[in-house]
């Protein structure tokens, strides 16, 4: 009889979460074309990049501006 007091009373369980929506094949089909998509204009970037994987093949100037009169 005296659990009650020395013990706390555990909390009820809270209740399950609803089930997730089910998605129509018109909403899958629309994320997989959105997803293609964005892969495409990704591989456009590649364009952009001016340099190779060996980066600047120039020489970088390293020469120093002199002041006037010097």
């Known amino acids: ?7 706390p009373k555990k909390p009820k369980a809270p209740p399950p979460p609803p089930p ?3 998605k129509d094949d ?4 629309a994320a997989a ?3 293609r998509e964005r892969q495409r204009k ?3 970037r590649a364009s952009t990049i001016l340099t190779g994987g060996d980066g600047l093949t120039t020489t ?6 002199q002041l006037l009169g010097e």
């Open 1 to 7: 009889m005296m659990g009650g007091l020395i013990s």
């Open 20 to 22: 997730p929506p089910e």
């Open 26 to 29: 018109s909403e899958v089909q």
């Open 33 to 35: 074309a959105a997803e």
């Open 42 to 44: 990704a591989r456009g």
């Open 60 to 65: 970088a100037r390293t020469a120093r501006k």
